[in-house]
């Protein structure tokens, strides 16, 4: 099941990433006192009483922009009415009521979502008095104080009442959770229409849990896909500015919830850096990763295109080495039957299992071939190898030290690996646990 989202909203200074990193326990978002820091959206897994979450710290309202404040005000209800299942609406317990505020939560209102608002910074029990204003937008107002934790627990507890009742999850037909990313326009959607309308086969929608997009599971020849797609930013005249950071967003957001991304790059545009961030989460989150350039029929190319384009890829993303690439055309269907193969292909990737006996042989012969790295006079031990899980394949050293394990004498090792076995399109892992000789 996905976990339940809740996304903060509000002005600038009323402490929405002092109050995002409390909930969380790290430091994620920058506090700072000027409007505008938080320009991207941060988001981070939470829980509370059991209940995990995911909790969405979105940019200021910034007041002083006059040309393209109601285009942000818009913007940020948008985002939050989108994601989330919950939303917070934070005010300012020391400024009072604002016009900003005001206009916020009358947009709130419109998106039938349930609004918990939170007056933050009563620091003190002297400070309650300033609560009552704020009953003057619309919603029961809860005072905190994000600084010194003051009434975090209530807060949390009327979150976590929104969330819809857990229950024992339904046993669904095993599938493959792709997630179709990249920018606007590259194709997503056409991609996947095309796929179902190619293999002509069972499609049945399954209702998104926090937001308005529709997954769409496959059958074909006894397997079974999720195809998670991230299209459809809604009135993009309106939201030019803020159409990057939101698909990177929801991007990021589609990825979580998969095995596999895909991410589609538009030929003619190249990759971008909003394609290096989303397939670098995608490898963070040891998600199986397969590359589509789209719209190949529209570039000029000679007989070495194709292989200068993989290079190319190989040297934008040099830690995505592993990673499966192929040119198509949605539109002329070039190579189009190869994808749900390539995608069999990096699942069963992903869900390989390497006996250990076979791993300590090779880890033996690695060490043969490439002597153990030395530091001040102590030399690193690999005593043995072993997988501890899948998806992604992740392998246990017992060493001596980790501060000895340098990180190419590690990717050596991965590299060893990938020779010997199958891993294309998938990340590798690997954990130290020291151990006494």
């Not at 948008?78 to 317990?93: K, P, R, T």
């Not at 769409?216 to 195809?227: D, N, P, Q, R, S």
């Not at 990763?289 to 292989?307: F, G, M, Q, S």
């Not at 033996?364 to 690193?380: F, I, S, T, W, Y």
Request: charged content about 25%.
């Amino acid at each position: 099941m996905s976990k339940p989202v809740v996304a903060i909203v509000g002005r600038p200074n009323v402490g929405k990433s002092t109050f995002f990193n409390k909930v969380v326990g790290d430091r994620i978002s920058i506090e700072q006192e000027t409007p505008g820091v938080t320009r991207d959206r941060v988001y981070a897994d939470a829980h509370w009483l059991g209940r995990e979450f995911t909790l969405i710290d979105t940019g200021g309202l910034d007041p002083q922009s006059q040309d393209h404040f109601q285009t942000r005000i818009r913007e940020q209800a948008m985002i939050a009415a989108d994601l989330a299942d919950v939303i917070l609406f934070m005010v300012n317990g020391r400024e009072g009521v604002s016009p900003v505020d005001q206009e916020v939560a009358m947009l709130l209102r419109i998106s039938k979502k349930p609004i918990v608002l939170v007056v933050n910074q009563i620091d003190s029990l002297s400070q309650e008095q300033h609560i009552y204003d704020f009953y003057a937008l619309g919603f029961n107002p809860i005072g905190i104080s994000s600084v010194n934790a003051l009434n975090l627990g209530d807060l949390l507890d009327e979150i976590i009442s929104h969330f819809p009742p857990q229950s024992l999850e339904i046993e669904e037909e095993e599938s493959i959770s792709v997630a179709v990313v990249g920018k606007p326009n590259v194709g997503k959607s056409s991609l996947i229409n095309l796929l179902l309308g190619e293999e002509r086969l069972i499609v049945s929608p399954i209702a998104g849990t926090t937001r308005e997009a529709i997954d769409t599971t496959l059958k074909a020849k006894g397997k079974v896909y999720k195809f998670i797609d991230t299209a459809g930013i809604r009135r993009k005249k309106q939201l030019e500015g803020a159409i990057e950071h939101y698909a990177v967003l929801r991007s990021f957001y589609a990825i979580d919830r998969a095995d596999i991304a895909i991410l589609v790059v538009d030929a003619q545009e190249g990759f971008t850096e909003q394609d290096k961030k989303i397939i670098g989460h995608a490898h963070d989150a040891g998600k199986g990763i397969l590359v589509l350039v789209n719209k190949w029929d529209l570039i000029e190319k000679d007989h070495k295109t194709y292989n200068i384009w993989k290079a190319d890829f190989r040297r934008e993303f040099p830690f995505l080495k592993y990673a499966s690439v192929e040119m198509i055309s949605v539109i002329k269907k070039e190579r189009i039957h190869r994808l749900l193969p390539m995608i069999d292909r990096i699942q069963e990737n992903r869900m390989r299992r390497i006996p250990t006996g076979v791993l300590n042989d090779l880890l033996q012969e690695a060490v043969l071939m490439h002597e153990l790295p030395v530091d001040k006079g102590r030399r690193l031990k690999i005593y043995y190898i072993t997988q501890s899980s899948v998806g992604p394949p992740t392998f246990v050293l017992f060493v001596n030290s980790q501060k000895l394990m340098h990180f190419s004498y590690q990717r050596y090792l991965e590299n060893r690996i990938r020779e010997s076995f199958d891993f294309e399109g998938t990340p590798m892992q690997f954990v130290l646990k020291e151990r006494e000789a």
